[in-house]
């Protein structure tokens, strides 16, 4: 269950023709109420795509009626012509919802720098529009709609004891990354939650959910995250609860997103502890979980911590190398500024890999969740134009 | 040629079985003066090897008499023993040289963690230094000597014509990167330079050659560029004539270690230009150099522009997409904010691959050099702890 888990939501996801070859592509999550709050987190990327801006230029209202999502087709670097597309389709899908195009963010992934396919896109949300259920299986549809290199449905619902539930799903198998995590996600709520209250939280759970996976450090043009609220469950959660509810259901997602990236043959956790401030934890975390060498280390499942310790150095960030420690998957092997145990101690033969650098200095700490650079991921990514 | 073409320079490489399986990996440069003036660049990386943190301190003086380079074993993360190992090889060297340890510079490169076998190569000095000759055989010897996945030596001669010379050497396959493009290099000139000047060009000549190569963001512990002057040409060039051919050498060396590195099946040129200020340029270079997703795309021989535009979008820079404009291989595939050529006119299969980008922002340019990222590459990372 994910989008339709919530009352007072339905989903449809169909093949509209934007793919070759008859895949789902198409997806609509509509919020029938009674409220229609709404919140996005968007790329922080300079280059963003039509949908991004649309979307962006909406949410300002805290509120949405729909989303429409597609694959097959970033419409990303597609100048105003592109803007317009998206434009047309909010249109299209308000009229068909009898609400205006106002309430209609729109989210697209697939290949950069071509044109949407409108002729196939606009009959396409006829279909999707009488398709709307409220059934697990729509919701899964939907959730497939989106997919394009990833291998399965990413999904989650979580029902909290106070009577009101989270759902979302999510996609996204390479350009995965800083700030966004490079992918498109729709989470609702029937929980009663304004606006700016949703907003809040939402930026607070993305911050430490998918603003902490990073496969290859490629923010895309297009990654969104969006949650709405329908309040039919009538109740009004605590916002630290609810907050709480939302960022597990959003660590759900990023860790079905590090599973499921493209090539991954390893899953690989970095935490940093011991950090005076969390911008160095993360910084430290991201610079070790973005490091080609230790990505392929990891693939060959050597515990090589030497680019561990060559990656933590480089960054802009306090590190005293005497206090430093490193381990994997639970033996130390650095500290004292040189080798604690010999490598050959530390078994990485396990599809997940944990890192932890404890720096000493302070009581902060955070993870990055990252996967390894394998042949696989070469082979997708010099193969496929995406 | 390399180090001793300059008049008054001796080298030696030679086999100390420090490495296991017999190759060079002990290299000694000798400086025969007159003069003895010195200067040095290191890596910036915070994580600084026991021979760097030596090297740093005895080029306080501004002048050195030798410098021994071993491959086989970085030195690297050792603790105090480990600079206790690199101070001793100071002392040999100079011992036998007849002059002090401070005098004396000392590189090493290869596996981080591991103590130096001192056993090897306390004795292979006195082997080295019974072999030193101004021979280009025995500059060869010492440019093969410093090598690990790299598999050609490097080396440089440039003469200019008031009289003087340059020659060099350099090593580095992996660990390729910012700010010392993670290698060792020796640079030797005849020419009549104090150490103030040797100091300021190769500083200059540094931030435009080893500063832009940048093959996997990789920024060693071990990154040191060295610089002897033996004043034995009595020529005391013009300092921009003298710079100007530095960099040259440089340049040349640079070339050599992007065509060498570690599984490259193209040598990527990456020039930003039409920035306003050159960290802009070089900024936006250098992730585009780095991003997984464009580097594997040129693996494939695929103008997937859209991924450069991802790439640079994602650098704290200033950056107007309608104005932007991107080509490779000299044909222009996004302009005006959107694909202005199909991809399929930019035939990216040759070994060399040109990407500019013009911000049409100002008139400041940079270029980064780069590689693809290949399965060869990920095989050699893999594989090998390094």
Same mark, same amino acid.
């Not at 609400?99 to 309430?103: F, R």
């Not at 990236?261 to 991954?264: D, I, M, P, V």
């Not at 050959?344 to 396990?350: F, G, I, K, Q, T």
């Given at each position: 269950m994910s989008v339709t888990g919530p009352a007072g939501f339905r989903a449809a996801g169909i093949a509209a023709g934007i793919k070759s070859g008859g895949a789902r592509d198409l997806a609509l999550v509509v919020n029938d109420g009674p409220e229609q709050a709404a919140a996005g987190v968007f790329t922080t990327n300079k280059v963003k795509a039509a949908p991004v801006l649309w979307s962006q230029q909406v949410l300002q209202e805290r509120s949405l009626r729909a989303v429409v999502l597609n694959s097959g087709c970033a419409n990303a670097c597609t100048g105003p012509e592109g803007f317009q597309d998206t434009h047309a389709t909010a249109e299209r899908a308000a009229e068909l919802l009898d609400?205006?195009?106002?309430?209609v963010a729109v989210c697209s992934t697939g290949l950069i720098g071509e044109r949407i396919p409108m002729q196939a896109l606009l009959p396409g949300l006829d279909v999707a529009v009488q398709q709307l259920e409220g059934t697990e299986q729509s919701g899964l549809d939907a959730a497939t709609a989106?997919?394009?290199?990833?291998t399965r449905a990413k999904q989650s619902l979580r029902e909290h004891g106070s009577g009101f539930s989270i759902g979302g799903f999510a996609k996204g198998a390479g350009m995965l990354a800083p700030n966004m995590a490079t992918m498109l996600s729709v989470l609702t709520t029937d929980?009663?939650?304004d606006g700016d209250q949703l907003d809040a939280a939402l930026r607070a759970a993305s911050r430490t959910t998918f603003d902490r996976l990073d496969v290859d450090g490629g923010t895309s043009t297009n990654d969104t995250v969006l949650l709405l609220a329908s309040g039919a469950s009538g109740v009004r959660p605590d916002p630290a609860e609810f907050t709480a509810e939302l960022t597990a259901a959003c660590h759900d997602l990023v860790r079905a997103l590090q599973d499921d &990236?493209?090539?991954?043959t390893k899953t690989i956790d970095i935490t940093v502890r011991g950090a005076v401030r969390e911008d160095d934890a993360v910084a430290i975390a991201r610079t070790i979980a973005e490091d080609n060498l230790v990505k392929t280390a990891m693939f060959g499942s050597d515990p090589n911590w030497g680019r561990i310790a060559m990656a933590l150095g480089r960054v802009d960030a306090e590190i005293d190398v005497q206090q430093l420690e490193i381990a994997t998957n639970g033996v130390t092997l650095f500290a004292g500024g040189t080798q604690?145990?010999?490598?050959?101690?530390?078994?990485? &033969?396990?599809?997940h890999i944990d890192i932890v650098v404890d720096l000493?200095?302070?009581d902060v700490e955070a993870t990055v969740l990252s996967t390894d650079l394998s042949h696989a991921y070469v082979e997708e990514n010099s193969a496929y134009s995406s």
């Open positions: 609400t205006g195009a106002i309430g989106v997919l394009t290199t990833d929980a009663l939650v &990236s493209e090539g991954a604690s145990r010999d490598r050959s101690e530390a078994d990485l &033969s396990d599809r000493h200095l302070g």
